[in-house]
Protein backbone atom coordinates (compact mmCIF):
# COMPACT_ATOMS: atom_id res chain seq x y z
CA UNK A 1 0.00 0.00 0.00
CA UNK A 2 0.94 3.54 -0.53
CA UNK A 3 1.36 5.89 2.67
CA UNK A 4 -1.69 6.43 5.46
CA UNK A 5 -3.45 9.61 4.39
CA UNK A 6 -4.82 12.16 6.71
CA UNK A 7 -8.26 11.89 4.79
CA UNK A 8 -10.79 15.00 5.42
CA UNK A 9 -14.42 14.00 3.58
CA UNK A 10 -17.11 17.42 3.74
CA UNK A 11 -20.34 16.83 3.08
CA UNK A 12 -21.86 21.01 2.31
CA UNK A 13 -25.27 20.60 3.31
CA UNK A 14 -25.71 24.31 4.26
CA UNK A 15 -23.68 26.55 1.94
CA UNK A 16 -22.87 29.44 4.70
CA UNK A 17 -22.69 29.11 8.92
CA UNK A 18 -25.78 30.04 10.57
CA UNK A 19 -29.10 29.22 9.87
CA UNK A 20 -32.97 29.45 10.81
CA UNK A 21 -35.45 27.50 12.62
CA UNK A 22 -36.04 25.04 10.17
CA UNK A 23 -32.48 24.30 9.04
CA UNK A 24 -31.25 23.60 12.91
CA UNK A 25 -34.18 21.01 12.90
CA UNK A 26 -34.04 19.71 9.46
CA UNK A 27 -30.10 20.16 8.13
CA UNK A 28 -28.66 17.38 9.58
CA UNK A 29 -31.50 14.91 7.70
CA UNK A 30 -30.43 16.23 4.31
CA UNK A 31 -26.82 14.61 4.22
CA UNK A 32 -25.50 13.04 1.14
CA UNK A 33 -24.59 9.20 1.07
CA UNK A 34 -21.48 9.39 -1.08
CA UNK A 35 -19.37 11.32 1.48
CA UNK A 36 -20.51 8.45 3.52
CA UNK A 37 -19.43 5.72 1.24
CA UNK A 38 -16.06 8.09 0.32
CA UNK A 39 -15.81 7.32 4.11
CA UNK A 40 -15.87 3.70 4.10
CA UNK A 41 -14.11 3.03 0.75
CA UNK A 42 -10.74 5.21 1.79
CA UNK A 43 -10.87 3.76 4.96
CA UNK A 44 -10.90 0.04 3.73
CA UNK A 45 -8.22 1.34 1.46
CA UNK A 46 -6.38 1.97 5.02
CA UNK A 47 -6.44 5.40 5.37
CA UNK A 48 -7.18 7.60 8.37
CA UNK A 49 -10.90 9.48 8.02
CA UNK A 50 -12.31 12.80 9.35
CA UNK A 51 -16.08 12.90 7.85
CA UNK A 52 -18.07 16.15 9.03
CA UNK A 53 -21.35 16.83 7.48
CA UNK A 54 -21.47 20.49 7.79
CA UNK A 55 -25.12 21.53 9.00
CA UNK A 56 -24.38 25.49 9.82
CA UNK A 57 -23.46 25.62 13.04
CA UNK A 58 -20.22 24.12 13.27
CA UNK A 59 -16.74 25.64 13.73
CA UNK A 60 -15.69 23.62 10.31
CA UNK A 61 -11.74 24.98 10.89
CA UNK A 62 -11.64 23.90 14.26
CA UNK A 63 -13.32 20.28 13.25
CA UNK A 64 -10.98 19.59 11.03
CA UNK A 65 -7.51 18.42 11.52
CA UNK A 66 -5.23 21.63 10.14
CA UNK A 67 -2.77 18.99 8.71
CA UNK A 68 -4.85 17.19 6.31
CA UNK A 69 -3.19 15.31 3.41
CA UNK A 70 -6.36 15.21 1.33
CA UNK A 71 -10.18 17.30 1.54
CA UNK A 72 -12.82 15.34 -0.37
CA UNK A 73 -16.10 17.99 -0.43
CA UNK A 74 -19.24 17.53 -1.54
CA UNK A 75 -21.67 20.21 -2.73
CA UNK A 76 -24.55 20.97 -4.33
CA UNK A 77 -24.13 24.13 -6.70
CA UNK A 78 -25.38 27.03 -3.97
CA UNK A 79 -22.25 25.99 -1.65
CA UNK A 80 -19.68 26.14 -4.40
CA UNK A 81 -18.60 29.11 -3.09
CA UNK A 82 -17.82 28.02 0.07
CA UNK A 83 -16.17 24.84 -1.26
CA UNK A 84 -13.91 27.01 -2.98
CA UNK A 85 -12.84 29.25 -0.39
CA UNK A 86 -12.77 25.85 1.63
CA UNK A 87 -10.16 24.45 -1.10
CA UNK A 88 -8.13 27.58 -1.07
CA UNK A 89 -7.59 27.35 2.23
CA UNK A 90 -6.82 23.62 2.63
CA UNK A 91 -4.40 24.01 -0.19
CA UNK A 92 -2.58 26.61 1.57
CA UNK A 93 -2.28 24.47 4.06
CA UNK A 94 -0.73 21.62 1.78
CA UNK A 95 -3.63 19.63 1.07
CA UNK A 96 -5.05 18.06 -2.36
CA UNK A 97 -8.31 18.70 -3.07
CA UNK A 98 -11.37 17.19 -4.47
CA UNK A 99 -14.56 18.27 -5.74
CA UNK A 100 -17.94 15.77 -6.05
CA UNK A 101 -21.53 15.85 -6.12
CA UNK A 102 -23.60 17.86 -7.95
CA UNK A 103 -21.80 21.00 -8.59
CA UNK A 104 -19.10 18.80 -10.04
CA UNK A 105 -21.43 17.40 -11.98
CA UNK A 106 -22.89 20.17 -13.28
CA UNK A 107 -19.95 22.84 -13.59
CA UNK A 108 -16.89 20.71 -13.89
CA UNK A 109 -15.30 23.36 -16.07
CA UNK A 110 -15.43 26.16 -13.43
CA UNK A 111 -14.72 23.83 -10.41
CA UNK A 112 -11.40 22.65 -11.84
CA UNK A 113 -9.93 25.50 -11.55
CA UNK A 114 -9.92 25.50 -7.59
CA UNK A 115 -9.77 21.54 -6.88
CA UNK A 116 -6.89 19.41 -7.69
CA UNK A 117 -9.84 17.02 -8.84
CA UNK A 118 -13.07 17.16 -9.90
CA UNK A 119 -15.14 14.01 -9.82
CA UNK A 120 -18.09 13.37 -11.89
CA UNK A 121 -19.51 9.47 -11.19
CA UNK A 122 -17.48 8.21 -8.49
CA UNK A 123 -16.65 4.24 -8.03
CA UNK A 124 -14.31 2.74 -5.80
CA UNK A 125 -11.83 2.60 -8.79
CA UNK A 126 -12.25 6.73 -9.17
CA UNK A 127 -11.75 7.20 -5.71
CA UNK A 128 -8.86 4.69 -5.78
CA UNK A 129 -7.21 6.43 -8.42
CA UNK A 130 -7.47 9.61 -6.38
CA UNK A 131 -6.01 8.06 -3.49
CA UNK A 132 -3.01 6.41 -5.11
CA UNK A 133 -1.74 9.62 -6.88
CA UNK A 134 -2.82 11.96 -4.41
CA UNK A 135 -1.08 15.64 -6.36
CA UNK A 136 -1.61 18.70 -6.92
CA UNK A 137 -2.85 19.85 -10.26
CA UNK A 138 -3.03 23.26 -10.92
CA UNK A 139 -3.80 25.34 -12.03
CA UNK A 140 -6.82 23.33 -13.72
CA UNK A 141 -7.44 20.13 -11.81
CA UNK A 142 -8.02 16.39 -13.41
CA UNK A 143 -11.51 15.31 -14.16
CA UNK A 144 -12.25 11.90 -13.74
CA UNK A 145 -15.55 10.12 -13.54
CA UNK A 146 -16.51 6.34 -13.89
CA UNK A 147 -18.45 5.65 -16.88
CA UNK A 148 -21.10 4.86 -15.61
CA UNK A 149 -22.58 5.23 -12.08
CA UNK A 150 -21.38 2.59 -9.53
CA UNK A 151 -23.03 -1.27 -9.55
CA UNK A 152 -22.58 -1.31 -5.99
CA UNK A 153 -22.38 1.10 -2.56
CA UNK A 154 -21.35 0.06 1.28
CA UNK A 155 -23.48 -1.64 3.05
CA UNK A 156 -25.72 0.29 5.38
CA UNK A 157 -23.68 -1.32 8.58
CA UNK A 158 -20.14 -0.24 7.15
CA UNK A 159 -21.29 3.53 6.65
CA UNK A 160 -22.69 3.54 10.27
CA UNK A 161 -20.59 5.52 12.38
CA UNK A 162 -20.62 8.35 9.10
CA UNK A 163 -24.59 7.95 9.40
CA UNK A 164 -25.04 8.11 13.69
CA UNK A 165 -22.32 11.46 13.45
CA UNK A 166 -24.88 13.10 11.47
CA UNK A 167 -27.78 12.33 13.10
CA UNK A 168 -26.27 12.63 16.53
CA UNK A 169 -26.56 16.51 15.58
CA UNK A 170 -30.22 16.25 14.12
CA UNK A 171 -32.50 17.51 17.33
CA UNK A 172 -35.57 16.07 17.04
CA UNK A 173 -37.08 14.02 13.83
CA UNK A 174 -34.36 11.78 12.44
CA UNK A 175 -34.25 10.48 8.69
CA UNK A 176 -31.79 7.86 7.96
CA UNK A 177 -30.17 8.04 3.85
CA UNK A 178 -30.61 4.84 2.05
CA UNK A 179 -30.49 4.56 -1.34
CA UNK A 180 -31.78 1.24 -3.93
CA UNK A 181 -31.57 2.54 -6.98
CA UNK A 182 -29.65 5.39 -9.88
CA UNK A 183 -30.97 6.79 -12.39
CA UNK A 184 -34.22 6.81 -14.47
CA UNK A 185 -35.84 4.90 -17.16
CA UNK A 186 -38.18 8.51 -17.68
CA UNK A 187 -36.32 11.17 -20.13
CA UNK A 188 -37.85 14.33 -18.70
CA UNK A 189 -35.04 16.66 -20.91
CA UNK A 190 -34.73 19.33 -17.50
CA UNK A 191 -33.75 16.49 -15.27
CA UNK A 192 -30.12 15.41 -14.41
CA UNK A 193 -31.01 11.52 -14.72
CA UNK A 194 -32.71 11.63 -17.98
CA UNK A 195 -29.84 10.54 -19.59
CA UNK A 196 -28.77 8.42 -16.49
CA UNK A 197 -29.54 4.56 -17.15
CA UNK A 198 -32.29 3.17 -14.43
CA UNK A 199 -30.16 0.86 -12.42
CA UNK A 200 -31.72 -0.98 -9.16
CA UNK A 201 -28.76 -1.74 -6.23
CA UNK A 202 -28.78 -5.38 -4.87
CA UNK A 203 -32.38 -6.15 -3.40
CA UNK A 204 -30.56 -8.73 -0.95
CA UNK A 205 -28.73 -5.80 0.15
CA UNK A 206 -31.42 -3.16 0.82
CA UNK A 207 -33.34 -5.97 3.11
CA UNK A 208 -30.34 -6.48 5.17
CA UNK A 209 -29.74 -2.96 5.61
CA UNK A 210 -33.36 -2.52 7.18
CA UNK A 211 -32.88 -5.46 8.82
CA UNK A 212 -29.67 -3.77 10.24
CA UNK A 213 -31.09 -0.70 10.50
CA UNK A 214 -33.38 -2.28 13.25
CA UNK A 215 -31.10 -3.03 15.50
CA UNK A 216 -29.53 0.82 15.95
CA UNK A 217 -32.95 2.55 16.11
CA UNK A 218 -36.25 1.68 17.34
CA UNK A 219 -38.61 3.34 14.86
CA UNK A 220 -36.23 4.68 12.47
CA UNK A 221 -37.28 7.19 9.80
CA UNK A 222 -35.62 6.49 6.28
CA UNK A 223 -35.25 8.83 3.40
CA UNK A 224 -35.02 7.57 0.15
CA UNK A 225 -32.15 9.27 -1.81
CA UNK A 226 -33.65 7.28 -5.12
CA UNK A 227 -34.44 9.83 -8.04
CA UNK A 228 -37.55 7.77 -8.50
CA UNK A 229 -38.39 5.92 -5.99
CA UNK A 230 -40.10 2.88 -6.54
CA UNK A 231 -39.89 1.59 -9.88
CA UNK A 232 -39.45 -1.89 -9.13
CA UNK A 233 -41.81 -1.62 -7.16
CA UNK A 234 -42.39 -5.39 -6.16
CA UNK A 235 -39.05 -6.12 -5.52
CA UNK A 236 -38.83 -2.90 -3.23
CA UNK A 237 -42.00 -3.68 -1.02
CA UNK A 238 -40.43 -7.18 -1.27
CA UNK A 239 -37.43 -6.46 0.06
CA UNK A 240 -39.04 -4.30 3.00
CA UNK A 241 -41.85 -6.28 3.61
CA UNK A 242 -38.76 -9.18 4.15
CA UNK A 243 -37.08 -7.76 6.36
CA UNK A 244 -38.99 -5.37 8.80
CA UNK A 245 -41.98 -6.11 10.48
CA UNK A 246 -44.79 -3.80 10.03
CA UNK A 247 -45.29 -0.66 12.26
CA UNK A 248 -41.69 -0.76 13.07
CA UNK A 249 -40.21 1.74 10.68
CA UNK A 250 -40.92 4.76 8.84
CA UNK A 251 -39.92 6.00 5.01
CA UNK A 252 -40.02 9.22 2.98
CA UNK A 253 -39.69 8.89 -0.91
CA UNK A 254 -39.72 10.96 -4.00
CA UNK A 255 -41.80 8.86 -6.37
CA UNK A 256 -43.34 10.13 -9.70
CA UNK A 257 -47.58 10.32 -9.44
CA UNK A 258 -47.23 7.75 -12.36
CA UNK A 259 -45.97 5.11 -9.79
CA UNK A 260 -48.55 6.26 -6.99
CA UNK A 261 -51.54 4.04 -8.20
CA UNK A 262 -53.89 2.68 -5.34
CA UNK A 263 -52.79 -0.66 -5.00
CA UNK A 264 -49.43 0.98 -4.65
CA UNK A 265 -50.06 3.07 -2.05
CA UNK A 266 -52.13 0.83 -0.29
CA UNK A 267 -49.28 -1.15 0.02
CA UNK A 268 -46.56 1.58 0.35
CA UNK A 269 -49.06 2.88 3.53
CA UNK A 270 -48.90 -0.96 4.93
CA UNK A 271 -45.15 -0.97 4.79
CA UNK A 272 -45.00 2.19 6.85
CA UNK A 273 -44.32 5.54 3.95
CA UNK A 274 -45.15 8.24 5.86
CA UNK A 275 -44.10 10.98 3.08
CA UNK A 276 -43.78 11.15 -0.45
CA UNK A 277 -42.51 14.07 -2.82
CA UNK A 278 -44.67 13.80 -6.11
CA UNK A 279 -43.73 16.43 -8.80
CA UNK A 280 -46.45 17.81 -10.63
CA UNK A 281 -43.89 20.57 -12.46
CA UNK A 282 -46.22 22.76 -14.42
CA UNK A 283 -50.34 22.67 -15.53
CA UNK A 284 -49.21 23.14 -19.16
CA UNK A 285 -46.53 20.88 -19.28
CA UNK A 286 -44.54 17.85 -17.82
CA UNK A 287 -47.40 15.79 -18.48
CA UNK A 288 -45.69 12.75 -18.79
CA UNK A 289 -44.43 12.49 -15.12
CA UNK A 290 -47.74 12.58 -13.62
CA UNK A 291 -49.09 10.33 -16.48
CA UNK A 292 -51.38 12.70 -17.97
CA UNK A 293 -51.57 14.56 -21.42
CA UNK A 294 -54.37 16.95 -19.77
CA UNK A 295 -53.34 20.77 -19.35
CA UNK A 296 -54.82 23.43 -17.64
CA UNK A 297 -57.96 23.29 -15.41
CA UNK A 298 -58.66 20.05 -16.43
CA UNK A 299 -55.09 18.66 -15.11
CA UNK A 300 -55.23 20.72 -11.73
CA UNK A 301 -58.66 18.48 -11.07
CA UNK A 302 -56.97 15.71 -12.33
CA UNK A 303 -54.22 16.07 -10.06
CA UNK A 304 -55.94 17.29 -6.89
CA UNK A 305 -58.21 14.03 -6.96
CA UNK A 306 -54.67 11.80 -7.27
CA UNK A 307 -53.06 13.75 -4.49
CA UNK A 308 -55.77 14.06 -2.75
CA UNK A 309 -56.29 9.55 -2.91
CA UNK A 310 -52.26 9.71 -2.37
CA UNK A 311 -52.72 11.84 1.14
CA UNK A 312 -55.72 9.46 1.75
CA UNK A 313 -52.98 6.62 2.24
CA UNK A 314 -49.68 9.07 3.38
CA UNK A 315 -50.09 11.77 6.11
CA UNK A 316 -47.15 13.99 4.38
CA UNK A 317 -47.26 14.64 0.75
CA UNK A 318 -45.30 17.80 -0.76
CA UNK A 319 -45.92 18.40 -4.52
CA UNK A 320 -43.30 20.18 -6.46
CA UNK A 321 -44.23 22.88 -9.09
CA UNK A 322 -41.37 24.72 -11.24
CA UNK A 323 -41.72 27.98 -11.74
CA UNK A 324 -41.37 29.94 -15.42
CA UNK A 325 -40.80 27.21 -17.66
CA UNK A 326 -41.47 27.61 -21.37
CA UNK A 327 -44.86 26.35 -21.22
CA UNK A 328 -45.90 28.54 -19.00
CA UNK A 329 -47.40 32.20 -19.59
CA UNK A 330 -50.09 34.73 -17.83
CA UNK A 331 -51.49 34.70 -15.25
CA UNK A 332 -52.90 31.39 -15.51
CA UNK A 333 -50.14 28.78 -14.09
CA UNK A 334 -50.26 30.77 -10.54
CA UNK A 335 -53.91 30.85 -10.73
CA UNK A 336 -54.19 27.30 -10.49
CA UNK A 337 -51.99 26.74 -8.74
CA UNK A 338 -53.95 28.59 -6.14
CA UNK A 339 -57.10 26.34 -7.24
CA UNK A 340 -55.11 23.41 -6.73
CA UNK A 341 -54.15 24.67 -3.40
CA UNK A 342 -57.83 24.96 -2.36
CA UNK A 343 -58.92 21.39 -3.42
CA UNK A 344 -56.00 19.78 -1.69
CA UNK A 345 -55.62 21.56 1.29
CA UNK A 346 -53.55 18.95 3.09
CA UNK A 347 -50.53 18.68 0.72
CA UNK A 348 -47.16 21.66 1.34
CA UNK A 349 -46.38 22.84 -1.87
CA UNK A 350 -42.75 23.70 -2.78
CA UNK A 351 -42.03 26.11 -5.74
CA UNK A 352 -38.94 26.16 -7.34
CA UNK A 353 -37.63 28.70 -10.14
CA UNK A 354 -36.62 27.61 -13.60
CA UNK A 355 -33.15 27.06 -13.08
CA UNK A 356 -30.46 25.80 -15.49
CA UNK A 357 -27.46 23.91 -13.84
CA UNK A 358 -24.68 23.85 -16.02
CA UNK A 359 -24.62 20.54 -18.01
CA UNK A 360 -27.09 19.20 -15.48
CA UNK A 361 -29.89 18.60 -18.30
CA UNK A 362 -30.35 18.65 -21.83
CA UNK A 363 -32.77 21.46 -21.72
CA UNK A 364 -30.22 23.51 -20.78
CA UNK A 365 -28.28 22.98 -23.96
CA UNK A 366 -31.40 25.15 -25.41
CA UNK A 367 -31.50 27.53 -22.76
CA UNK A 368 -27.51 28.53 -23.52
CA UNK A 369 -28.34 28.32 -27.01
CA UNK A 370 -31.04 30.59 -27.20
CA UNK A 371 -28.74 33.10 -24.55
CA UNK A 372 -31.45 32.64 -22.00
CA UNK A 373 -28.96 31.92 -18.98
CA UNK A 374 -28.17 34.84 -16.87
CA UNK A 375 -24.59 34.54 -14.70
CA UNK A 376 -25.95 34.84 -11.22
CA UNK A 377 -23.17 33.68 -8.89
CA UNK A 378 -23.51 29.80 -7.41
CA UNK A 379 -24.44 30.77 -4.26
CA UNK A 380 -27.75 32.04 -5.34
CA UNK A 381 -28.58 28.76 -7.49
CA UNK A 382 -30.43 26.62 -5.24
CA UNK A 383 -33.82 26.89 -7.81
CA UNK A 384 -35.15 30.02 -4.84
CA UNK A 385 -32.83 32.59 -4.26
CA UNK A 386 -32.30 33.50 -8.27
CA UNK A 387 -33.54 32.06 -11.14
CA UNK A 388 -30.85 32.14 -14.32
CA UNK A 389 -33.05 31.48 -16.69
CA UNK A 390 -34.48 34.41 -18.30
CA UNK A 391 -38.53 33.39 -18.46
CA UNK A 392 -39.56 33.55 -22.11
CA UNK A 393 -43.08 34.29 -21.81
CA UNK A 394 -42.88 36.83 -18.90
CA UNK A 395 -41.34 40.36 -18.19
CA UNK A 396 -39.13 39.74 -14.81
CA UNK A 397 -41.55 42.37 -12.85
CA UNK A 398 -44.54 40.34 -14.11
CA UNK A 399 -42.90 37.11 -12.96
CA UNK A 400 -41.95 37.97 -9.45
CA UNK A 401 -45.56 39.49 -8.97
CA UNK A 402 -47.33 36.33 -9.76
CA UNK A 403 -44.06 34.64 -7.78
CA UNK A 404 -45.03 36.73 -4.85
CA UNK A 405 -48.82 36.50 -4.92
CA UNK A 406 -48.82 33.25 -5.26
CA UNK A 407 -46.25 32.42 -2.34
CA UNK A 408 -48.32 34.74 -0.38
CA UNK A 409 -51.18 32.57 -1.03
CA UNK A 410 -50.13 29.46 0.05
CA UNK A 411 -48.26 30.76 3.16
CA UNK A 412 -50.58 32.83 4.54
CA UNK A 413 -52.08 31.92 7.91
CA UNK A 414 -55.19 30.90 5.96
CA UNK A 415 -53.58 27.95 4.45
CA UNK A 416 -51.32 27.38 7.43
CA UNK A 417 -54.40 26.78 9.47
CA UNK A 418 -56.12 25.05 6.51
CA UNK A 419 -52.75 22.47 5.81
CA UNK A 420 -52.83 21.91 9.70
CA UNK A 421 -56.50 20.83 9.73
CA UNK A 422 -56.26 19.03 7.15
CA UNK A 423 -53.23 16.75 8.35
CA UNK A 424 -54.14 14.40 10.73
CA UNK A 425 -50.41 12.79 11.98
CA UNK A 426 -48.28 14.99 14.61
CA UNK A 427 -44.70 14.99 13.04
CA UNK A 428 -46.44 16.47 9.46
CA UNK A 429 -48.95 18.69 11.26
CA UNK A 430 -45.53 20.15 12.64
CA UNK A 431 -43.08 20.47 9.82
CA UNK A 432 -45.84 21.95 7.65
CA UNK A 433 -46.32 24.68 10.14
CA UNK A 434 -41.94 24.94 10.73
CA UNK A 435 -41.35 25.05 6.23
CA UNK A 436 -43.86 27.71 6.46
CA UNK A 437 -42.95 30.33 9.06
CA UNK A 438 -39.01 30.03 8.40
CA UNK A 439 -36.79 31.40 5.40
CA UNK A 440 -38.98 28.34 3.04
CA UNK A 441 -42.50 30.11 3.37
CA UNK A 442 -42.04 33.46 5.09
CA UNK A 443 -38.32 34.02 4.55
CA UNK A 444 -38.85 33.86 0.81
CA UNK A 445 -42.12 36.07 0.52
CA UNK A 446 -39.84 38.96 2.40
CA UNK A 447 -36.46 37.77 0.11
CA UNK A 448 -38.88 37.61 -3.14
CA UNK A 449 -40.25 40.92 -2.32
CA UNK A 450 -36.93 42.20 -1.90
CA UNK A 451 -36.29 41.47 -5.58
CA UNK A 452 -39.73 43.01 -6.88
CA UNK A 453 -38.67 46.25 -5.33
CA UNK A 454 -34.90 46.18 -6.57
CA UNK A 455 -36.41 45.79 -10.07
CA UNK A 456 -38.26 48.73 -9.44
CA UNK A 457 -35.59 50.72 -8.23
CA UNK A 458 -32.27 49.84 -8.87
CA UNK A 459 -30.94 50.56 -12.31
CA UNK A 460 -27.86 48.07 -11.71
CA UNK A 461 -30.60 44.89 -11.25
CA UNK A 462 -32.93 46.43 -13.64
CA UNK A 463 -29.44 45.89 -16.18
CA UNK A 464 -28.43 42.86 -14.99
CA UNK A 465 -31.81 41.36 -15.21
CA UNK A 466 -32.11 42.62 -18.75
CA UNK A 467 -28.61 41.09 -19.75
CA UNK A 468 -27.31 44.30 -20.70
CA UNK A 469 -25.09 44.08 -17.62
CA UNK A 470 -22.78 41.33 -16.33
CA UNK A 471 -21.98 43.36 -13.32
CA UNK A 472 -23.12 42.02 -10.14
CA UNK A 473 -25.32 44.29 -8.53
CA UNK A 474 -24.16 45.31 -5.14
CA UNK A 475 -27.26 43.38 -3.46
CA UNK A 476 -25.68 40.13 -4.20
CA UNK A 477 -22.24 40.58 -3.54
CA UNK A 478 -23.13 42.15 -0.06
CA UNK A 479 -25.59 39.10 0.27
CA UNK A 480 -22.11 36.60 0.01
CA UNK A 481 -20.25 38.60 1.81
CA UNK A 482 -22.50 38.60 4.89
CA UNK A 483 -23.16 35.30 4.51
CA UNK A 484 -20.17 33.50 3.96
CA UNK A 485 -18.47 35.61 7.11
CA UNK A 486 -15.04 34.92 7.23
CA UNK A 487 -14.77 32.09 4.49
CA UNK A 488 -15.44 35.47 2.03
CA UNK A 489 -11.70 36.15 2.57
CA UNK A 490 -11.03 33.32 1.45
CA UNK A 491 -12.59 32.76 -2.03
CA UNK A 492 -9.94 32.52 -4.36
CA UNK A 493 -9.63 35.41 -6.91
CA UNK A 494 -12.52 35.32 -9.84
CA UNK A 495 -14.65 32.91 -8.47
CA UNK A 496 -17.57 35.21 -7.98
CA UNK A 497 -17.89 34.41 -11.62
CA UNK A 498 -18.10 31.61 -14.29
CA UNK A 499 -18.89 31.18 -17.45
CA UNK A 500 -22.91 30.39 -17.89
CA UNK A 501 -22.38 29.21 -21.23
CA UNK A 502 -19.37 26.48 -20.66
CA UNK A 503 -21.37 23.51 -21.33
CA UNK A 504 -22.74 25.03 -24.78
CA UNK A 505 -18.72 25.49 -25.51
CA UNK A 506 -18.08 22.03 -24.48
CA UNK A 507 -20.11 20.41 -26.64
CA UNK A 508 -18.39 22.03 -29.36
CA UNK A 509 -14.80 21.45 -28.09
CA UNK A 510 -16.53 17.21 -27.62
CA UNK A 511 -15.07 17.01 -24.12
CA UNK A 512 -17.60 15.22 -23.15
CA UNK A 513 -17.80 12.16 -21.29
CA UNK A 514 -15.65 9.58 -23.13
CA UNK A 515 -12.08 8.24 -22.80
CA UNK A 516 -10.22 4.89 -20.48
CA UNK A 517 -11.41 2.39 -19.19
CA UNK A 518 -12.65 3.47 -15.75
CA UNK A 519 -12.54 7.07 -16.04
CA UNK A 520 -11.18 9.74 -18.29
CA UNK A 521 -8.59 12.79 -17.25
CA UNK A 522 -10.53 15.56 -19.53
CA UNK A 523 -8.32 18.52 -20.71
C1 LIG B 1 -32.01 12.84 -3.34
C2 LIG B 1 -31.97 14.31 -3.74
C3 LIG B 1 -32.12 15.25 -2.73
C4 LIG B 1 -32.34 14.84 -1.27
C5 LIG B 1 -31.01 14.46 -0.60
C6 LIG B 1 -29.94 15.52 -0.80
C7 LIG B 1 -28.54 15.10 -0.56
N1 LIG B 1 -27.85 15.83 0.29
O1 LIG B 1 -28.02 14.18 -1.19
C8 LIG B 1 -33.00 16.14 -0.72
C9 LIG B 1 -34.50 16.00 -0.84
C10 LIG B 1 -32.67 16.49 0.71
C11 LIG B 1 -32.52 17.18 -1.72
C12 LIG B 1 -32.45 18.52 -1.44
C13 LIG B 1 -32.00 19.47 -2.35
N2 LIG B 1 -31.75 19.29 -3.65
CO1 LIG B 1 -31.71 17.54 -4.47
N3 LIG B 1 -31.70 15.95 -5.44
C14 LIG B 1 -31.77 14.71 -5.08
C15 LIG B 1 -31.75 13.80 -6.32
C16 LIG B 1 -33.18 13.41 -6.64
C17 LIG B 1 -30.90 12.54 -6.24
C18 LIG B 1 -29.45 12.78 -5.84
C19 LIG B 1 -28.81 11.50 -5.36
O2 LIG B 1 -28.59 11.31 -4.18
N4 LIG B 1 -28.47 10.60 -6.26
C20 LIG B 1 -27.74 9.38 -5.88
C21 LIG B 1 -26.22 9.61 -5.90
C22 LIG B 1 -25.48 8.38 -5.40
O3 LIG B 1 -25.89 9.80 -7.25
P1 LIG B 1 -25.41 11.20 -7.81
O4 LIG B 1 -26.11 12.30 -7.10
O5 LIG B 1 -25.48 11.14 -9.29
O6 LIG B 1 -23.89 11.23 -7.33
C23 LIG B 1 -22.83 10.64 -8.08
C24 LIG B 1 -21.70 11.62 -8.29
O7 LIG B 1 -22.16 12.96 -8.39
C25 LIG B 1 -20.76 11.38 -7.16
N5 LIG B 1 -20.93 12.13 -5.91
C26 LIG B 1 -22.05 12.52 -5.30
N6 LIG B 1 -21.74 13.14 -4.16
C27 LIG B 1 -20.40 13.14 -4.02
C28 LIG B 1 -19.57 13.66 -3.03
C29 LIG B 1 -18.20 13.53 -3.17
C30 LIG B 1 -17.29 14.14 -2.14
C31 LIG B 1 -17.64 12.87 -4.31
C32 LIG B 1 -16.19 12.76 -4.49
C33 LIG B 1 -18.49 12.33 -5.28
C34 LIG B 1 -19.85 12.48 -5.14
O8 LIG B 1 -20.92 10.01 -6.85
C35 LIG B 1 -22.23 9.56 -7.16
C36 LIG B 1 -22.11 8.20 -7.80
O9 LIG B 1 -21.60 8.28 -9.09
C37 LIG B 1 -31.17 14.79 -7.39
C38 LIG B 1 -31.74 14.66 -8.79
C39 LIG B 1 -31.26 13.44 -9.47
N7 LIG B 1 -32.17 12.83 -10.15
O10 LIG B 1 -30.08 13.10 -9.39
C40 LIG B 1 -31.53 16.18 -6.84
C41 LIG B 1 -30.53 17.30 -7.01
C42 LIG B 1 -29.17 16.77 -6.66
N8 LIG B 1 -30.99 18.28 -6.03
C43 LIG B 1 -30.87 19.50 -6.40
C44 LIG B 1 -31.20 20.64 -5.61
C45 LIG B 1 -31.11 21.99 -6.30
C46 LIG B 1 -31.59 20.50 -4.28
C47 LIG B 1 -31.91 21.61 -3.30
C48 LIG B 1 -31.03 22.86 -3.37
C49 LIG B 1 -33.39 21.96 -3.51
C50 LIG B 1 -33.88 23.05 -2.59
N9 LIG B 1 -34.10 24.21 -3.12
O11 LIG B 1 -34.03 22.83 -1.43
C51 LIG B 1 -31.76 20.89 -1.93
C52 LIG B 1 -30.34 21.04 -1.35
C53 LIG B 1 -30.09 20.14 -0.18
C54 LIG B 1 -28.70 20.21 0.37
N10 LIG B 1 -28.07 21.33 0.42
O12 LIG B 1 -28.17 19.23 0.78
C55 LIG B 1 -30.25 19.59 -7.78
C56 LIG B 1 -28.77 19.95 -7.67
C57 LIG B 1 -28.28 20.91 -8.72
C58 LIG B 1 -26.99 21.49 -8.30
N11 LIG B 1 -26.05 21.50 -9.21
O13 LIG B 1 -26.85 21.97 -7.20
C59 LIG B 1 -30.54 18.15 -8.34
C60 LIG B 1 -29.55 17.65 -9.37
C61 LIG B 1 -31.96 18.20 -8.94
C62 LIG B 1 -32.09 19.21 -10.05
N12 LIG B 1 -32.72 20.32 -9.78
O14 LIG B 1 -31.65 19.03 -11.16
N13 LIG B 1 -32.14 16.60 -2.88
S1 LIG C 1 -39.26 10.90 -13.65
FE1 LIG C 1 -38.17 12.24 -12.17
S2 LIG C 1 -36.10 11.34 -11.93
FE2 LIG C 1 -37.04 10.45 -13.78
S3 LIG C 1 -36.25 11.66 -15.51
FE3 LIG C 1 -38.27 12.51 -14.90
S4 LIG C 1 -37.80 14.12 -13.37
FE4 LIG C 1 -35.95 12.84 -13.61
Redesign the pocket.
Known sequence: MTRRLKIG?LDL?A?EPGGGLYSRVMNAN??????QV?GVWCEEAGHEVYYICYTGPEDLLAELPADLDLL???A????ALLAYSLSNLFRRRGAIT?????????YPEDARKYFDYV?????RDTVAEVLNECAPNRPYGRHLF?LQ??RELPTLEARWRFVAATLAKAPTVKFV?M?GS?G?PYTCSF???STVDYQPLSFQQLGDDLAFLLTKIKNPIVGW?D?NFGVRFDDYMEAVERSVPQGRMRHIA?SSLSLLSEPHLKRLQKNGFQAALPGIESWFGMGNKSKTRRTGMEKVQQIAEHVNLVLKYIPYVQTNFVLGLDSDEGPDPFELTKTFLDLVPGAFPAY?LL?A??R??PSNLDYQRDGRILPFPFHF????HAMNVRPKNYQWTDFYDHLIDLSRYSFSWKAIGRRFAATPAAIPRYMNVVRAISSEGFGRIKYHTKIRQLLETDRSVQAYFAQESDKLPDFYQARIKRELGPMYEMLPPGSLEHDPYAYMASEGQALTQMGGPAQAAVM
Open positions: IVKLASIMPLFIGFTEAVLGGPHARCLGFTDAQPPILCCIDHPESSFGAALNNN
